[in-house]
């Protein structure tokens, strides 16, 4: 979530390369201080070898990927919940006093210290995270897990064609199949769910109410599919100018979203003592909290697996994992919450996975002559004005 010339664009060095002496955001060390080897031990090269493995990369994020999904399905799923953005402000507060314990207890070691310049420029990207997971967790309340996974797709395509914008990629034959193999599983989703809603409670006022619902979902979902483009893509070339690495982005990502989601809480969202019992009533209460703590630390994994899987595959690669990782994901939906099972859902899924595979192989067939028109064939101002960035 290996580089590809003239699609993939490296984030930047990996963890434990790159030059400390042009940015200050990495910690200097003391002269009279001695300096450690890299590896240390049998293990050291073991771990060195994960830390820069696509396949284990791949692996953690489609693992925290399903927790993460359960869990805020779970949160969300209340009849009467309308508290997201204090939902997303306690993830942030919850991971962020997670990593400085971490690194106060030696398991971070890498993370520099804070930085309010490398803050004021990271910012922006923090402004796309608090639209993509807010649009996240609205589509997610009002839609089916397996809905919600299948819609998801629809990210890769535009990741894809904002990589031949922003980056000189391209677009292969089996990659537009793969591409129209998931705009026809999400309209198979949605019109077995519309159909499910109107099946399940008939012509009436009630079935209008569902179908009100799913199409609220739906626009939230289209929020979500660009919020999340704008974030995949932006993330990954300010990564690349920045040698921000994995710890870093964590920390930064929760850190800078906190006061805006406090911001939004306190002033969109009814903070009366009636809401707070609609929204945590006594029966779920504690559970809920449990969720929401829990969530808070899951958000470590996730966030770490996302920016660990861009920087060492790309970020195509990273939203084609997702993809693959929707199976899963859809099955658990069906699971434990209930969703219903029918001939569309269940096609819809199966349509969806196989446009994912089809993706994949599209990725690891594609040669470096086989562009498409899609494709600039020079590059564009934006890759250019990126290029002089970086070598600036």
Not at 110 to 139: C, E, H, Q, R
Request: some cysteine.
């Amino acid at each position: 979530m290996a580089n590809k010339r003239n699609e993939d664009i490296e984030l930047g060095p990996v963890e434990g390369r790159g030059s400390t002496d042009k940015d200050p955001f990495l910690a200097r060390r003391s002269p009279s201080q001695p300096t450690r080897p890299q590896q240390v031990g049998p293990f050291g090269g073991y771990f060195d070898k994960i830390d820069h493995s696509p396949g284990a990369s791949i692996l953690a994020y489609c693992l925290s990927s399903i927790s993460m999904t359960v869990v805020n399905k779970y949160v969300v799923s209340g009849s009467e919940w309308n508290l997201n953005f204090f939902y997303l402000a306690v993830q942030s507060l919850v991971c962020t006093a997670a990593i400085l314990i971490c690194k106060q207890l030696g398991m971070f070691q890498n993370l520099a210290a804070f930085d309010s310049t490398k803050a004021k420029k990271w910012f922006p990207i923090s402004l796309l995270l608090v639209g993509m997971i807010y649009t996240s967790t609205k589509a997610l309340q009002f839609l089916s897990v397996p809905v919600y996974t299948i819609f998801k797709n629809l990210t890769i395509i535009v990741i894809a064609y904002g990589e031949v914008l922003w980056f000189g990629g391209s677009v292969t034959p089996m990659a537009l199949l793969s591409f129209g193999l998931m705009v026809f599983s999400s309209v198979i989703a949605a019109w077995a769910d519309i159909q499910a809603a109107v099946d399940g409670v008939g012509h009436t006022a009630e079935a209008t109410d569902a179908i009100s619902t799913l199409n609220a979902g739906y626009a939230w979902m289209g929020m979500n599919v660009f919020c999340t483009a704008a974030y995949v893509l932006g993330m990954r070339k300010v990564i690349k100018k920045m040698n921000f690495k994995d710890y870093d982005t964590m920390f930064y990502n929760n850190l800078l979203t906190i006061p805006v989601l406090i911001v939004f809480s306190l002033l969109f969202e009814d903070w009366s003592n009636a809401n707070l019992i609609k929204n945590f009533p006594v029966e779920t209460r504690n559970a809920l909290f449990i969720g929401m703590i829990y969530s808070g630390l899951a958000a470590i994994f996730i966030s770490y697996c996302s920016a660990w899987c861009i920087r060492v595959t790309s970020s195509t690669t990273y939203s084609m994992v997702g993809a693959l990782n929707k199976l899963p994901i859809a099955v658990s939906g069906l699971i434990f919450f209930d969703a219903p099972v029918t001939f569309g859902s269940v096609t819809a899924i199966f349509v969806g996975f196989v446009s994912g595979l089809v993706f994949a192989w599209s990725k690891t067939r594609q040669k470096v002559s086989a562009i498409l028109p899609t494709a600039q064939p020079t590059m564009s101002a934006s890759a250019a004005s990126n290029r002089d960035a970086a070598n600036a």
